[in-house]
């Protein structure tokens, strides 16, 4: 069992410069294992030094990694056949990053998201308002946005940090409203097209189109069939249909391991395909 004594100890060694020692510190942590966690992340709230900081992140993620993958396996062969549990999905997902991650907290902040608006969609008059009022709540109340300044940063897809940050990519701002809209019984949907994740609303009368990362602005078929054109694809109407639970959570993983492919973290990128092969697996069944 760690103590906090040897804790304190083995992180200040972490920044001896010989590599004996950094060797044997990195060791005794990975020997001490998952119960050394909590004082290494309470170590690591305290420290001042961003690299330090990093350092003892990483050991983190490498001493809690087969427990992330046992979770996230034990959700998969569960099942994943609703919005339920494909959040449930994410959020281990997100422990990839943030291993201490309470996923509880930010589920219970999608609840709070939802039990703010329930009133008004539940008094709405037709389902295109219900839409609409939805869609206000999430991009303009809450503030939610698309990132233009660091599109490939890993914060953008860990959907945890996209709620933290209130910004992020096309799928995980689509996320936020699919979570959102399985708590109030919405018919929102996910849409895999090709480069750029959309939502779709299906109504008993109409099926409308939804960018989620332009402020979930309404776009036709037209200018999304143009859009493909002009980024050198072939519009299909496969493309356009509803998204499967599997396929969605497949498509988060590659843009993580897009994000770190390009930080050259390969690391965290072997470990993704991990998960990532896994879940390949139930799309192709």
Not at 111 to 126: G, H, M, N, Q, T
Not at 142 to 166: A, H, K, M, Q, W
Not at 246 to 269: F, H, M, Q, T
Request: glycine share 4%; charged share 30%.
């Amino acid at each position: 069992m760690a103590k906090k004594e040897e804790i304190e100890s083995l992180v200040y060694l972490l920044d001896d410069p010989d590599p004996y020692v950094q060797s044997e510190v990195r060791s005794r942590l990975y020997e001490l294992g998952e119960s050394a966690v909590p004082l290494l992340d309470q170590q690591k709230s305290q420290m001042k030094d961003e690299d330090t900081s990093e350092l003892i992140n990483e050991i983190i993620q490498w001493i809690t990694y087969s427990s992330v993958e046992e979770d996230f396996l034990d959700v998969l062969e569960g099942g994943l056949n609703n919005m339920k549990q494909l959040e449930d999905a994410v959020f281990i997902l997100s422990r990839f990053d943030n291993p201490t991650l309470r996923e509880s907290e930010y589920k219970q902040k999608l609840d709070r998201f939802a039990d703010l608006i329930s009133d008004e969609v539940r008094y709405s008059l037709d389902e295109s308002q219900k839409m609409h009022k939805v869609l206000h709540f999430v991009f303009s109340e809450l503030e939610f946005s698309g990132c233009n300044t660091d599109y490939y940063s890993p914060d953008n897809s860990y959907l945890n940090r996209v709620i933290d940050r209130r910004e992020g990519l096309p799928i995980s701002l689509g996320l936020i409203v699919l979570f959102i809209a399985r708590r109030l019984e919405l018919p929102f949907q996910g849409i895999n097209m090709p480069i750029h994740f959309m939502l779709k609303y299906k109504s008993s009368k109409e099926e409308i189109l939804i960018d989620p990362f332009d402020g979930g602005k309404i776009v036709s078929y037209n200018q999304c069939y143009y859009f493909l054109k002009q980024n050198g694809v072939e519009p299909k109407s496969e493309h356009f249909k509803a998204a499967t639970e599997a396929s969605i959570l497949a498509r988060c993983i590659r843009n993580l391991i897009n994000s770190y492919e390009k930080r050259d973290e390969l690391e965290k990128v072997e470990g993704l395909k991990k998960l990532l092969n896994t879940v390949e697996m139930m799309v192709q069944q």
